[in-house]
C-alpha cells in the first residue's frame, strides 16, 4: 500500500521498519509507569528490555524466515534487508523468554512480575508491527468477495478485494491491551496478566491464520496452528499451577 513511507532527501524511510521502531518507543514509555505501579524498579526493567530486544527481534525474523524458505532461500540477501516486512512473535519470545531468566537474575528482577510488564509494549510493538505489514503488503489477507474485505495490495504489489488481516490482528491486541487493563489491578498472581495475554492471542491468532492469503496453498493445518495451540495448552497449564501454587 505504502512500502515507503516518506523520502528526505533521497533518504526513504520504509514502513515496516518505521512502525517497528515506532511501535518499541511508544511500548517502552508506555511499560515505565506500568513497572512503576507493579512495585518493579523501572531502571532495571528498562534495561531488562533492551537487553532482551535484540533476541526477540532476531528470533521474530527468523521464525518469518524459516515460515517462508521457499521465498527466502533463492534470495538469501533478502532475510535481513531492513525494507523487508516480516516477524513472528512466537520466534521472539522462543528467544526472549528463556534467555529472559539470567538477564533477570542479573538485574533483581521477578521473572513473573516482569512478564507481566513487558505483556504491555509486547501489545503495543504487535499494534504498530501489523499496522506496518499492511503497508508493506506482507502477511495479508485472502482473497474475498464477502462484504468484510477490502481492496489491498500483497508483497508483490498485486491489488485485491482482501481480508484484512493485519488489521485484525493489531485489533485483536487492542482488544488484549484493553482486557490487560481491565485485570491488572485483580491479578491473583505474578504472571497471571502474561499468561492470560498469551492465551488471548493464541486463540486469536489460530482464528487470524485461516484468513491469511498462503494459508490457501499450505493446508487447514500449518505450524502457526500447532504453535499457538501448544502455546494456549502450555500458558493454561502454567496459570492453574501457578494459581494452585
Excluded: K
Excluded at 482482501?162 to 482486557?179: D, H, N, Y
Amino acid at each position: 500500500m505504502r512500502p515507503v513511507l516518506v523520502s528526505l532527501g533521497g533518504v526513504r524511510v520504509h514502513s515496516y521498519p518505521a512502525m517497528v521502531y515506532l511501535g518499541l518507543v511508544f511500548g517502552l514509555i508506555a511499560e515505565n509507569p506500568v513497572a512503576r505501579a507493579a512495585g518493579l524498579a523501572t531502571a532495571e526493567v528498562f534495561a531488562a528490555t533492551i537487553l532482551l530486544l535484540i533476541p526477540a527481534l532476531l528470533g521474530a525474523r527468523l521464525l518469518f524466515v524459516a515460515e517462508h524458505w521457499a521465498i527466502f532461500h533463492r534470495e538469501p540477501r533478502r532475510i535481513w534487508r531492513r525494507s523487508e516486512g516480516g516477524a513472528a512473535m512466537y520466534g521472539g519470545l522462543a528467544l526472549a523468554v528463556p534467555l529472559s531468566v539470567p538477564v533477570l537474575a542479573a538485574l533483581h528482577l521477578s521473572f513473573w512480575a516482569f512478564w507481566d510488564v513487558a505483556t504491555i509494549p509486547l501489545l503495543i510493538g504487535t499494534v504498530f508491527t501489523r499496522i506496518g505489514c499492511l503497508l508493506h503488503g506482507c502477511c495479508g489477507g485472502r482473497p474475498t468477495s464477502g462484504p468484510f474485505g477490502l481492496d489491498l495490495p500483497d508483497h508483490r504489489g498485486i491489488w485485491r478485494r482482501r481480508l484484512p488481516t493485519q488489521l485484525l490482528e493489531a485489533g485483536w491486541a487492542i482488544l488484549l491491551l484493553f482486557g490487560v487493563a481491565a485485570i491488572w489491578g485483580q491479578r491473583p498472581f505474578d504472571g497471571a496478566v502474561y499468561l492470560s495475554a498469551l492465551m488471548g492471542y493464541g486463540l486469536g491468532r489460530f482464528a487470524l491464520e485461516l484468513t491469511r492469503e498462503d494459508h490457501e496453498s499450505r493446508g487447514v493445518i500449518r505450524v502457526p496452528h500447532v504453535v499457538s495451540a501448544a502455546l494456549v495448552v502450555l500458558a493454561f497449564a502454567t496459570f492453574a499451577l501457578l494459581r494452585l501454587g
